[in-house]
């Protein structure tokens, strides 16, 4: 029979294996409060705060968000997001599920086309910037050439608000269509094989057995995948910065661009803070209808 030594012994040793876990995520919890935590309590109490030459002079209450709502760029930047957004993540989502669709069977060449489809999003996107660039450039860039060879007017893609907002959209489905097509890639590959097998040997096409069976079954993967692709588009900055800056005009100016033109070219630190702050908290709302959402259909196919 143990003594009351090792009984104590043993439970102090469950303890500490029970408290491991917990202590071995410690460094990674304090390097994302340094990272993520700290940077928003900042941005929040920065958007409470009247700023002048960059320096802290007051508390401005809400007068800063005050000053977002009832300013006109704000809400033209908003509006060019959400075209931006809406067109871009469109595209990429079709383009996605078709080229998932294409690869899904294992035919030869499918891995060096897998590995082709992904390549440029690991490209950093300032860099994807910079090609494109090069690319749009009028005088020494591909673009204009092609235009020519073919017989058409040749664009000038980023001097134009039309063509440069166009050529943008271009840049970020070129970028991230591969996302998608690596997440619906998953989601094809995880299927049910029953129904889709029934429904062949029932004699439904294969247009028919994809919206009767696979585009159903694909749903949840699918809605994952563009909620991921909406809070990502709505913060794109680093081509947009690279490419036009917001130009011509206004044209490609999203709200990220904005945001920190009020910061560090207008020096207005509170108005940028709280215009970034409102972002978030709307992409906040965003994510808890999509989770609410899944979770109702969930219940509702259960």
């Given at each position: 029979?143990?003594?009351?030594?090792?009984?104590?012994?043993?439970?102090?040793?469950?303890?500490?294996?029970?408290?491991?876990?917990?202590?071995?995520?410690?460094?990674?919890?304090?390097?994302?409060?340094?990272?993520?935590?700290?940077?928003?309590?900042?941005?929040?109490?920065?958007?409470?705060?009247?700023?002048?030459?960059?320096?802290?002079?007051?508390?401005?209450?809400?007068?800063?968000?005050?000053?977002?709502?009832?300013?006109?760029?704000?809400?033209?930047?908003?509006?060019?997001?959400?075209?931006?957004?809406?067109?871009?993540?469109?595209?990429?989502?079709?383009?996605?599920?078709?080229?998932?669709?294409?690869?899904?069977?294992?035919?030869?060449?499918?891995?060096?086309?897998?590995?082709?489809?992904?390549?440029?999003?690991?490209?950093?996107?300032?860099?994807?910037?910079?090609?494109?660039?090069?690319?749009?450039?009028?005088?020494?860039?591909?673009?204009?050439?092609?235009?020519?060879?073919l017989g058409l007017p040749m664009p000038d893609v980023l001097s134009h608000p039309g063509t440069a907002f166009y050529g943008l959209v271009l840049v970020d489905v070129w970028e991230w269509t591969p996302l998608l097509f690596l997440i619906i890639l998953a989601g094809l590959q995880s299927l049910p094989q029953d129904p889709i097998e029934a429904a062949a040997i029932d004699g439904a096409g294969p247009l028919r057995t994809f919206f009767d069976h696979t585009l159903p079954l694909l749903s949840p993967v699918l809605f994952v995948g563009v909620i991921l692709r909406l809070i990502d588009a709505i913060g794109t900055f680093d081509q947009i910065f690279v490419l036009t800056r917001g130009g011509p005009g206004t044209a490609t100016q999203l709200i990220s661009i904005y945001g920190y033109n009020t910061a560090f070219n207008f020096t207005q630190y509170g108005k940028a803070a709280a215009m970034l702050i409102s972002l978030l908290a709307f992409v906040l709302l965003l994510i808890s209808a999509a989770i609410n959402m899944m979770r109702r259909s969930a219940r509702r196919t259960a």
């Open positions: 029979m143990a003594t009351i030594t090792e009984r104590v012994a043993a439970r102090r040793a469950e303890r500490r294996t029970a408290t491991l876990p917990y202590a071995l995520l410690v460094p990674a919890a304090v390097a994302l409060a340094a990272v993520s935590v700290y940077p928003l309590v900042s941005g929040i109490r920065a958007s409470f705060t009247r700023f002048r030459y960059g320096r802290i002079v007051g508390s401005a209450g809400l007068q800063n968000y005050n000053n977002v709502l009832h300013d006109q760029t704000f809400w033209a930047a908003i509006r060019v997001t959400a075209r931006f957004v809406a067109l871009a993540v469109t595209v990429e989502t079709l383009l996605g599920l078709l080229l998932a669709l294409l690869v899904v069977r294992e035919v030869p060449g499918t891995r060096f086309i897998r590995l082709s489809l992904i390549l440029p999003m690991t490209v950093a996107p300032v860099v994807v910037g910079v090609i494109w660039r090069l690319m749009y450039a009028s005088g020494t860039g591909l673009v204009n050439p092609m235009f020519a060879h």
